[in-house]
């Protein structure tokens, strides 16, 4: 590591991540040469990670209100109001570029550093998700960096304690260099007990607690702010280790804390430690912080004030404590065998001031470490809109179901069983839907409410048409919560481009935050918290475009729910919105056509939210159990895993009109759902939804062990199964990993 006192170099301040001229701007904020501790204490504050300066004036624009919100962006975790007195409280983040370096660690870290915005605001996390991008099945790297992280994943997450209830997998070639590891993480508390990180007044005990501090994930979130090159694997060192039992250590003793009323100000120490941690305890305060270093537990000796202020050490907490409490709080800790110094106090004067062995090591304006960071209106250009593929451009198949079972055996839309059954979906007992549905259901407390999770993007939309992929993902979330009967409530998102610096890369950004933002304003779904990750990318090769977005629906009486399995003969199936047959951009056309182009499906925001409010007011009155969105693959790929869920079978017998069958059964066209309902009430339900302007058709008929297709030779259930389940498994062999590692 660095020395005390090198010189300030050019070559030093490009090491630290810093432009020449942002360098200029924080040497004439403070009027002097900063030293070593300084410069590294405004490379992390002022780094993309930190202070999101290529995206925040485009991220004002998204709305982040409404009469349920409690708290929005701005803090460790949204904060939405879910009645009752209790509040649900969640965040997703990244963690791409150390599961690159180093996939387990990276994704076990990523996973304990949102559990740890979660329970820093009182709530008690009850559930976790993840959205994983991988490169092409066929690169070098993908088994490895596939079983580390998912091992990773978990690994913490199962030995923490937290359900792991669903998420996505998907991969391709533009992840090759640069795979996303994308990390939710949900929990309840009560609205008059939600803990903040805003310290309050001066002369404050500031207290460190959790594990001791070591040399791990120094300059982690300068490496998350930068592009990958060929030597990625030198910025090892940068991977954080995690300790989930720790962790779980830290959740209850915290708890506790918080319930003995010791508590004034909480914060996390996740990118940039120490540094980020207390910076933002002062500065939103309005207050100064004076720290000494001497008091800070180390694991490891002669640590400089340099190491210990950007050292990313996992499961650690910065606290602002009430201080008739310290005796109370130390007992707390101690017993849970976790550290408990008291490191710094509150002051008045607005200075962020470190000392260590006596000398001072930074001085520095606290509110001007984030206020004066650099902001970036940076130039970009529009995604150019692809030509509309029109369906009889596109050649058929020589049998739906052959091209059907290539399909489902395909790596973006086989089953995910093979990841599912490495993390624990059931443990604490309240998970009423794990992996493999529309949404995941989580009982809140005893019941009867209930909170629909999902996590959804679209990545290759995103990368036609980053306006109509950005509003597509938030409506797919949306409809991803309705297919299970819940109210969407609000969404947290994580924004993964390549380097802003091209104006190409920060035009699918403006456009995906403002297509974000459309479907929102339209669906009444607000965001309340999120991440941007940039510089996803090696050697100028950035990934696909990949807004994802993470939903929370609310469902009052969990015994009114609908899931994705057929779950009776002789229901008769309906198809809820329009089909045009629509195949730019679709699965149908990359699996089965080798094509990856035209313009991607437009997202009718308005008739989204009229088709879901019909659905939802179907499974809600108790008229339809079984209920799955249409997104990937479109309706035979639906239908296909409807069945499969079920052992059921289905006639399909409605033929086409308008475009051609293959355009009919694998288009991707938005806002559709199929359900199951009872024969008696079809003609009711169809002539209801005439009414409102919902098209509602019927298309067939549950029953048997076949899926027959129109005038096609059936296919078994069983084989279907078959074929859907068998990819992952033969993909993951032990033999094949060790092989390719």
Known sequence: MFDNNPEITPELIAAHGLKSDEYERFAALIARTPTLTELGIVSAMWNEHCSYKSSRIHLRNLPTKAPHVIQGPGENAGVIDIGDGDAAIFKMESHNHPSYIEPYQGAATGVGGILRDVFTMGARPIAAMNALRFGAPDHLKTRHLVAGVVAGIGGYGNSFGVPTVGGEVNFHKSYDGNCLVNAFALGIARTDAIFYAKATAPGLPIVY???????????????????????????RPTVQVGDPFAEKCLLEACLEIMAADAVIAIQDMGAAGLTCSAVEMGAKGDLGIELDLDQVPCRETGMTAYEMM??????RMLLVLKPDKEETARAIFTKWGLDFAIIG???????????????????????????????????????????VVRPEDVPAPASLGEALMTLLASPDLCSRRWVAEQYDSVILGNTLAGPGGDAAIIRVGEGPKALALTCDVTPRYCQADPLYGGRQAVAEAWRNLTAVGATPLAITDNLNFGSPERPEIMGQLVAAIRGIGDACRILDFPVVSGNVSLYNETNGQAIMPTPTIGGVGLLPDLSRRAGIAFNREGDTLLLIGETVGWLGQSLYLREICAREEGSPPPPHLHTEKRNGDFVRDLIRAGEVTVCHDLSDGGLLIALAEMAIAGGIGAAIDARPHGAPPHAVFFGEDQARYVIAVDSNATADIIARGR??????????????????????????????????????PAFMTPSAITQES
């Open 209 to 235: 607690l959790g594990s001791k501090t070591g040399r791990d994930g120094i300059h982690g979130a300068t490496m998350a702010s930068a592009e990958f090159d060929d030597k990625s694997d030198e910025k």
């Open 691 to 728: 009414d409102l302007g919902v098209a509602v058709a019927r298309i067939g008929t549950t029953g048997g062990e076949e899926l027959t297709i129109l005038d096609e030779p059936p296919i078994k259930v069983a084989a279907l199964k078959a074929a859907h389940e068998g990819w992952f």
């Open 310 to 315: 950007l050292s990313e050490s996992q499961e």
């Open 345 to 387: 106090h509150t002051t008045d004067d607005l200075r962020f001031r470190v000392l260590h062995h006596g000398a001072v090591m930074a001085d520095l304006p606290i509110k001007e470490l984030g206020d004066e960071a650099p902001l970036y209106n940076r130039p970009y250009v529009p995604t150019r809109r692809q030509a």
